[in-house]
Structure formats: structure tokens, C-alpha cells
């Protein structure tokens, strides 16, 4: 039994749309104005057919940037929904062709030109499962390579995303020889191994990720890197070579100069903050009230960085920092967070602080934060606290 229909509008939809339709059923026309959700009813009854009539319109219209003319667009819809026709929706089973034919497929391209359009089998299970199905050459499966380097290229389609491409080679391979290799050395950032001398080239390999930022030499010249599986860091050594190949994380250099950069500009900060202010008992204007807002105004510059670095987080961190030193002493308080962060940092050095756990990672870095909002913080002043008498006296006293 129809009751009515749904029209669905995108939000993007560069058209005119309806605001009034008339549906027409067993003969029967009925007027309804289209609903917020796109809904126009009708009486529900039993029917075989349905027509509908845009009687009106929100107009949406074109500028033509070259006259300046403006040109109404027809209606538009994305998609229309009979209401009361639920039970006539039949979904596919689980075990039907949801393949793609030959053309429609992913295509492979090597060293920029098309080598071969693929054709899809897949079930509607394999696909809402989301497992890896195949996808076979529409020309055959041989493709001739000339011997170097080869960009390989497969164009996802928009029901299939490409995982990897293989290729098998025509006739059976001879197998790899496996060659020892000793550790001399193994830290974080610096690594020896021993290879033998072989007559064929080698490749050397980790079980770790590839990374641009290693380097490996042997005997003082540099080894091609290369990507062993898709995933994993190698080295080719070249035939007849052979002796102590160094391996070294190059971005170290970078990342010690930092710190050594960081530790002089903290050692610098604490130094500016156990330097106190002393100024004696002048008459006439206080000399405290520009130094106190120099100050603040510098402890607002520390809030802000705390707010822009870490956030609400960060802005927290920076006022208890700055709390603990206008309460205390500015130098003890900066000095202990300072402490503290070196502490945590110590902890966990790079490249292992990758692995180091959240809560320390973020504790040190908002430590920092405090402490630096209580280098930051300004010095109380003494005359608070200073006896007031003689103030008012004249600077100097004549007598005739």
C-alpha cells in the first residue's frame, strides 16, 4: 500500500528545489507541500503505479560570469523513496557476484604507461567482510621487464582499494643464500655488524621499520638503502665486499645539538632567574610600579605560550607555576620544575621516548611549561614591606 513519498535532497545539490508536488495514484491527484525531511503523502492505498508533478519551486540561479545574465536551474533531486513499499526491497545474498567485469577493474600502469586493465571476482560476503580478493589481467598475465628500476603504479576504483601487487616470476627463481652477519655493536642510534666477503651482492637487513634517516657504510663508503618486503630497512653490499658495516641514525646529531641548545637556554633562564632586583630608598616617584608591570606583562607572555602550547592543559601548568613562585622563592620554584622536567627527559631518552608511556611524555612537557611561567613571574617587591617614615621630608634643608 503506497502512502507516500520521500524526497532526498543533498546538502550540495546545485538545483532548484521542490516546495509543492502533486502525486498522482489509481487516476487520483493529491497536492502536499514537501516537508523538512522531504516527505509528501497521500492516501494510503494499493497501487501499481505513481507519477509525480513539480508544481513549484525554490528557484536556485546561475550567474553567467561572462554576461552577468542569471539563469533559473531545473529541479533537482537525488533520490525518491516510495513510502509503504518497504516488504518489495529484496537485498542481495550473501554469496552473489559483487565483482567487477574486464574494464572496470583496477588498472596497473608501469613506468607511466598502462600495462594491463583487471577484472574483479568477489562475493557480497568477501566484500562486507572487507577480505582481500583478486584481481586478474584482462590480457593475460605475462608483462616483459627490461632489467633496472621500475615504477609500478595500480589505480584504486571506487568499489576497490589496491593493497599490493605481486609479480611471480615465469621460471622458478634459484634460492637466496643466507650469509652470516655478526653484531659487534648494537645501541639505539650507532650499530656495527661483520659481514663475510661473498662473490654475489648481498642485501644486509633489520626487522625494523625502513627509515630515510639511517645510514650505513662499509670500509668508509656508503651503502644503497633499500626496502626489503615493503616495510622493512637493507642495505645492498656490493660482490667482493666485505668487512665492519656502521650503521648510525643520522637525525641524532640533530636532535643532541638541540639538546644541548635547550640545556644552555634553560641554564640561561635560571640564571636570569636567581638574579634579584635591589634598589635603594629613593624619594619621590615609586620605581617599583614600571618594573612590577614589566613583569606581569611578561608573566601574561608565559600564560599565553602555556595556552597556545598545551591548551587548557598547558594554561593550567603555566598558572601553578606562577602561583608556586609569587608564593615562594621565584628561583627555588623555577629551579625544582627545571629539575623535575630533566628528571622525566632523563628518563626516557630519544629515540626509546617513542616507546616511553603517555603520562610521562606529557607531564615532563607540562612541567616545562611551569617552569618556565615561574622563571617568568615577577619578583615581589621590597617596599612592601619597607618602613614608610621620612617620606614626606624635603629633600634638602637651607638655612640664611
Known amino acids: ?78 533520490e525518491i523513496r516510495i513510502l509503504g513499499a518497504e516488504d518489495l526491497r529484496k537485498g542481495p545474498r550473501l554469496f552473489d557476484d559483487a565483482g567487477l567485469p574486464c574494464g572496470f577493474g583496477p588498472e596497473v600502469s608501469i613506468d607511466g604507461q598502462l600495462r594491463a586493465e583487471m577484472s574483479v571476482t568477489a562475493s557480497v560476503i568477501q566484500t562486507l567482510t572487507d577480505e582481500l580478493v583478486q584481481a586478474t589481467p584482462c590480457d593475460g598475465r605475462i608483462v616483459s621487464l627490461g632489467a633496472g628500476k621500475h615504477v609500478v603504479e595500480a589505480a584504486s576504483t571506487a568499489e576497490y582499494a589496491v593493497e599490493m601487487v605481486s609479480f611471480e616470476p615465469l621460471a622458478p627463481l634459484p634460492r637466496a643464500r643466507t650469509g652470516a652477519a655478526t653484531v659487534e655493536e648494537w645501541e639505539a642510534t650507532n650499530r656495527a655488524v661483520s659481514v663475510d666477503v661473498a662473490a654475489a651482492p648481498r642485501i644486509l637487513e633489520t626487522s625494523e621499520n625502513f627509515n630515510d634517516g639511517w645510514r650505513a657504510t662499509l670500509e668508509g663508503t656508503s651503502l644503497q638503502a633499500v626496502r626489503v618486503d615493503g616495510w622493512r630497512q637493507g642495505w645492498i653490499v656490493p660482490a667482493g665486499a666485505g668487512g665492519t658495516v ?104 630519544w629515540p626509546s621516548r617513542l616507546d616511553a608511556p603517555d603520562w610521562l611524555l606529557a607531564g615532563t612537557a607540562l612541567t616545562v611549561l611551569a617552569a618556565l611561567a615561574a622563571a617568568a613571574a615577577p619578583l615581589r617587591s621590597s617596599s612592601d614591606d619597607a618602613p614608610t617614615q621620612g617620606l614626606d621630608a624635603p629633600r634638602e634643608t637651607r638655612t640664611h
Open 246 to 349: 656502521t650503521l648510525a641514525f643520522t637525525p641524532q646529531r640533530l636532535y643532541s645539538a638541540g639538546l644541548v641548545v635547550g640545556l644552555l637556554c634553560a641554564a640561561g633562564l635560571l640564571a636570569l632567574a636567581l638574579v634579584r632586583r635591589r634598589s635603594d630608598l629613593v624619594i619621590g616617584p615609586d620605581p617599583d610600579v614600571p618594573v612590577r608591570g614589566r613583569g606581569w606583562l611578561l608573566t601574561g607572555a608565559a600564560l599565553v605560550a602555556g595556552l597556545l602550547i598545551g591548551g587548557w592543559i598547558g594554561l593550567c601548568a603555566a598558572s601553578v607555576g606562577v602561583l608556586l613562585a609569587v608564593a615562594g622563592s621565584r628561583a627555588a620554584v623555577a629551579g625544582a620544575l627545571a629539575g623535575a622536567a630533566a628528571v622525566g627527559a632523563a628518563v626516557s631518552p
Open 1 to 78: 500500500r503506497i502512502r507516500g513519498v520521500r524526497i532526498d535532497l543533498a546538502p550540495d545539490l546545485v538545483a532548484s528545489r521542490p516546495l509543492r508536488v502533486t502525486a498522482t495514484v489509481n487516476g487520483r491527484e493529491t497536492t502536499d507541500i514537501v516537508t523538512a525531511r522531504g516527505t509528501v503523502t497521500v492516501p494510503a492505498q494499493e497501487a501499481t503505479s505513481l507519477r509525480l508533478r513539480f508544481d513549484n519551486a525554490d528557484v536556485v540561479r546561475s550567474l553567467d560570469p561572462t554576461t552577468g545574465a542569471f539563469t533559473a536551474l531545473p529541479i533537482g533531486i537525488n
